[in-house]
């Protein structure tokens, strides 16, 4: 069976009665949100204190849902990404990353987005332009960049470095959701993203400070206005990635990724923010704690 055009997708989803249940003023069901994060929160932090090896996996299989994800939302605008080298690229690139470091990551992605050309002519030439770009965009937004996470995991003191990128960048969505519903008043990007606030985007600078100078200190001997800068610089860089993906939703016309977590949506729905932090975060932990 033919999967339908990207119009009949969208007129179907428009005629499904969302789930019933308590929602926020963000339009999600707090509670079931609340129950997945935490769920997703706790798997994530067990793998990472198993083993940092445990972590490189978790990255890849979370970048091959995304890669399938960001297709499926690509496939709404008439982009059909290759879905078969892209994936294995994804996870070619995070392996190399870890193993091999910065050089190793570019290596293997260009050598995906020559694999993904390949496949994607071998299929005939209409539209393949277009479906190679998609597929471009997909390594290099999220797949590229999260190769960073896997390099900042391979450092000394790895398994630090990404309990503190992650609960600062985390402390960010926090801190907006919290002080945008105490105090939003004034609409930062309402075409893009109504519901977020400047007050919210202050709330989480300043959750963001906060938690940075509390862990710097604490996990990677850092001084505290260092972690305070961290979390100063982390939080709009968040607020970017988040926007980003709102626009690119706009653009094609849907409200999420997809529907596979609980209260969130889809899983690059709750990593947009992650995936543009990581290079900074891998770059300024650097300077922090040197090697």
């Not at 995070?94 to 193993?99: D, F, P, S, T």
């Not at 770009?133 to 390594?139: E, F, N």
């Not at 945008?180 to 600078?205: D, I």
Request: hydrophobic share 55%.
């Amino acid at each position: 069976m033919t999967a339908p055009e990207p119009e009949t997708r969208r007129a179907i989803r428009a005629a499904t009665p969302a789930p019933a249940g308590p929602s926020s003023r963000a339009g999600r069901n707090l509670p079931v949100a609340i129950a997945s994060g935490v769920i997703l929160g706790a798997f994530a932090a067990g793998t990472l204190i198993i083993h940092p090896v445990a972590f490189v996996v978790v990255i890849c299989l979370a970048m091959v849902v995304a890669v399938w994800e960001m297709r499926q939302a690509l496939s709404e605008g008439g982009l059909f990404a290759p879905f078969a080298p892209v994936a294995i690229g994804a996870v070619s690139m995070i392996v190399a990353a870890y193993v091999r470091g910065a050089e190793a990551l570019v290596f293997a992605c260009a050598l995906t987005l020559v694999a993904t050309l390949v496949w994607r002519v071998a299929d005939g030439m209409t539209g393949a332009l277009r479906d190679v770009g998609a597929g471009a965009l997909i390594l290099l937004y999220p797949c590229l960049l999260a190769g960073f996470a896997a390099m900042m995991l391979a450092e000394p003191q790895g398994q630090w470095r990404i309990f503190v990128f992650i609960i600062v960048t985390v402390f960010s969505d926090i801190g907006g959701y919290a002080f945008g519903v105490l105090f939003g008043k004034h609409p930062m990007a309402p075409r893009l993203s109504p519901k977020k606030s400047w007050e919210g985007f202050a709330g989480s600078v300043f959750a963001c400070a906060v938690v940075g100078a509390i862990t710097i200190p604490l996990t990677l001997d850092g001084a505290w206005w260092q972690g305070a800068l961290f979390g100063a610089l982390v939080a709009p860089t968040a607020t970017i990635g988040d926007l980003i993906e709102s626009s690119l939703k706009r653009n094609l016309g849907i409200k999420d990724m997809s529907n596979i977590i609980p209260g969130h949506g889809g899983l690059m729905d709750r990593l947009d923010s992650l995936v543009l932090v990581v290079p900074l975060a891998w770059f300024a932990l650097r300077l922090i704690a040197p090697h």
